[in-house]
C-alpha cells in the first residue's frame, strides 16, 4: 500500500497568512494527487486533482504542486472561511490512501 | 449541479447488513468510477470501494472483502453498497465519490455498528 503522510498534522495561522501543507508519499505516484477541505461536520470538498488543476468554482488563492513522491498545498492569502482540515489522496494505485489530515486553525 | 444523495445508514448489530444507496444527479452517472469513502467518528477519511463506469471491475479495501459489495444501476443513476458482517470498527459516516479523484461528494450517511 502506498502511504501518505501530510505534514503539520496541525497549524496556526492568521487571515492573510500564506499557509503550505505538504504531502509525502511512500513511492512513486507521478501527479495522481488530490487535495480536499473538510469543515467539521460537512462532506469533504474536492479542490485540486492531478496534482495542480484547480476544480470549477475553488478560489485562486489554493494551488497544488509536486510529482513523484512530494507535493504541497499552498494557500496564498488565508480567508475566515479557510479554517479547515485538509487532506491528500494518491489514485495512482489500490487502495485509494488519505494522508492523515492537517487541521488549519486560528 | 451535481448532486450525490446517500441513504439507507442506521443502528444495526454486529455481525448485522445493512444497504446504503446513493442517488446521483447533475452528471452523466454511467460514464464515472464512483467509490465509497468512510470516516469514522473523529477520524480521518479511508476509501472503502469504487466500480467501474459498466460495473466490469470493483475494488475494495483488504478489510471488507468478502463482507461488502458495490454495486450500480446505470438506468437508475444509483450507487449502492452491500455491507455484511458488520462490524463495530465498520462504525462510521459512509460517503459517495464521484471519479478516482473525487471530484464531488456526498453528505454522508452514518452506519453505527453496536449492540
Known amino acids: 500500500d502506498i502511504q501518505m503522510t501530510q505534514s503539520p498534522s496541525s497549524l496556526s495561522a492568521s487571515v492573510g497568512d500564506r499557509v503550505t501543507i505538504t504531502c509525502r508519499a511512500s513511492?512513486?505516484?507521478?501527479?495522481?494527487l488530490a487535495w480536499f477541505q473538510q469543515k467539521p461536520g460537512k462532506a469533504p470538498k474536492s479542490l485540486i486533482y492531478a496534482a495542480s488543476s484547480l476544480q470549477s468554482g475553488v478560489p485562486s488563492r489554493f494551488s497544488g504542486s509536486g510529482s513523484g513522491t512530494d507535493f504541497t498545498l499552498t494557500i496564498s492569502s488565508l480567508q475566515p472561511e479557510d479554517f479547515a482540515t485538509y487532506y491528500c489522496?494518491?489514485?495512482?494505485?489500490?487502495?485509494?490512501?488519505f494522508g492523515g489530515g492537517t487541521t488549519v486553525d486560528i | 449541479e451535481v448532486q450525490l444523495v446517500e441513504s439507507g445508514g442506521g443502528l444495526v448489530q454486529p455481525g448485522g447488513s445493512l444497504r446504503l444507496s446513493c442517488a446521483a444527479s447533475?452528471?452523466?452517472?454511467?460514464?464515472?468510477?464512483m467509490s465509497w469513502v468512510r470516516q469514522a467518528p473523529g477520524k480521518g477519511l479511508e476509501w472503502v470501494a469504487n466500480i467501474k463506469q459498466d460495473g466490469s471491475e470493483k475494488n475494495y479495501m483488504d478489510s471488507v472483502k468478502g463482507r461488502f459489495t458495490i454495486s450500480r444501476d446505470n438506468a437508475k443513476n444509483s450507487l449502492y453498497l452491500q455491507m455484511n458482517s458488520l462490524r463495530a470498527e465498520d462504525t462510521a459516516v459512509y460517503y459517495c465519490?464521484?471519479?478516482?479523484?473525487?471530484?464531488?461528494w456526498g453528505q454522508g450517511t452514518l452506519v453505527t455498528v453496536s449492540s
Open positions: 489522496q494518491q489514485y495512482k494505485s489500490y487502495p485509494l490512501t
Open positions: 465519490a464521484r471519479g478516482g479523484a473525487h471530484g464531488h
Open positions: 513511492q512513486g505516484i507521478s501527479n495522481y
Open positions: 447533475g452528471l452523466t452517472f454511467s460514464s464515472n468510477w
